[in-house]
C-alpha cells in the first residue's frame, strides 16, 4: 500500500492512540506482573482472578492501539478506531450503571470517567469523519477458510458478549471465578471488540489488518489463561475437576488459535505473493 490509498490519520487521533499505549503499558502490564504495586490506584478494590484478568485485557488491547500508533495511517486504523469506539463506549456505560462501586470522592474515579468519555468521543468524532474514505488498497473481500474463520468470530464470541450484557449471571456460570455484574458487563468487551473487528474485515481487508486483528484475539485469548494459572499457582480456588474451568479455558484457547491462524494466514498470502 502506497501513501496515496492509505492515507495518514490526524495528529489528535493519532496522539490520542499514542496516549493510550503508554495508560495500556501502566495499567496492562502493571496489573499483569505488578498487582501489588497497581491495586491501590485502581478505582475499585479488586481481587486476585479480576485483577488478573483486567491485566491480561488491557495489555491485549495494547496489541492494537500501539499497532494503529505505530503505521498511522487508515489501514489498520479503519480497524483499530472502530474497535476502540466499542471498548471504550460499553465500558463507558456500565460505568455509569454500576456507578455505585466507584467512589467518587478519589481521583481514581474521576480519572477512569474522563479518560474513558475522552477516547470513546475522539474515536467517535473521527469514524464520523472518516466515514467516506474507501478502503485502503490492495484489498480483497475475504473467501473459504478466512471468510468462515471471522463469521465464527462474529457469530461466536459476539452472542457470548451479548449473553455476558444481559444475562451475566447465567452467562458466566462457567467461568473459573465468581463474576458479579459488574465485571461480567466489563468483560463482554472481550468479545464484543473482536466481533466487531471481524465484522468490519468481511467487506474486504488487506493483509495488515488481518494481521492486527489476528494478533489482537490471539493476545486476548493466550494472555488471560496465563493470568489465570498465575494466579491459580498461588491461591488454588479454581475447582479443575469441575467441568466449567475446562469451557473456559476451551474459549479462549480457540480464541488465540483463530487468531494466530489469521496471522498465519496473512502472512502466508505474503509469502505465496512475494514467491
Not at 462501586?101 to 477512569?112: K, N, S, T
Not at 488487506?206 to 488471560?224: K, S
Not at 498461588?234 to 479443575?240: C, E, L, M, Q, S
Request: net charge positive; hydrophobic share 55%; charged share 10%.
Amino acid at each position: 500500500m502506497n501513501n496515496d490509498t492509505n492515507p495518514r490519520i490526524s495528529n489528535v487521533l493519532l496522539g490520542v492512540t499514542w496516549l493510550e499505549v503508554v495508560i495500556l503499558i501502566w495499567a496492562g502490564l502493571g496489573l499483569l506482573l505488578y498487582p501489588p504495586v497497581m491495586a491501590p490506584f485502581w478505582p475499585w478494590q479488586l481481587a486476585p482472578f479480576n485483577l488478573r484478568y483486567l491485566g491480561a485485557l488491557y495489555t491485549a488491547a495494547l496489541v492494537a492501539a500501539f499497532l494503529q500508533a505505530r503505521s498511522s495511517r487508515w489501514s489498520p486504523a479503519r480497524l483499530v478506531t472502530p474497535m476502540i469506539f466499542i471498548f471504550t463506549l460499553v465500558v463507558t456505560a456500565y460505568s455509569f450503571v454500576h456507578l455505585d462501586r466507584f467512589d467518587l470522592h478519589r481521583p481514581e474515579a474521576w480519572i477512569w470517567f474522563i479518560l474513558y468519555i475522552g477516547v470513546c468521543v475522539n474515536a467517535g468524532v473521527h469514524l464520523w469523519c472518516y466515514r467516506a474514505w474507501p478502503r485502503p488498497q490492495p484489498s480483497a473481500p475475504p473467501r473459504g477458510a478466512l471468510r468462515a474463520a471471522l463469521w465464527g468470530l462474529i457469530i461466536t464470541l459476539g452472542a457470548y458478549g451479548v449473553a455476558l450484557l444481559v444475562a451475566p449471571d447465567a452467562a458466566s456460570w462457567f467461568w473459573p471465578w465468581k463474576l458479579d455484574a459488574f465485571h461480567a458487563h466489563l468483560y463482554s468487551v472481550t468479545f464484543l471488540t473482536p466481533a466487531l473487528g471481524a465484522w468490519l474485515l468481511l467487506g474486504g481487508a488487506t493483509r495488515n489488518e488481518q494481521q492486527t486483528l489476528g494478533l489482537t484475539v490471539a493476545a486476548w485469548g493466550l494472555l488471560p489463561i496465563f493470568g489465570l494459572l498465575w494466579v491459580d499457582a498461588t491461591v488454588k480456588r479454581v475447582h479443575w475437576e469441575l467441568t466449567g474451568p475446562w469451557l473456559w479455558l476451551t474459549l479462549f484457547a480457540a480464541m488465540a488459535g483463530v487468531g494466530l491462524w489469521l496471522v498465519a494466514s496473512a502472512r502466508q498470502a505474503v509469502w505465496e505473493k512475494k514467491g
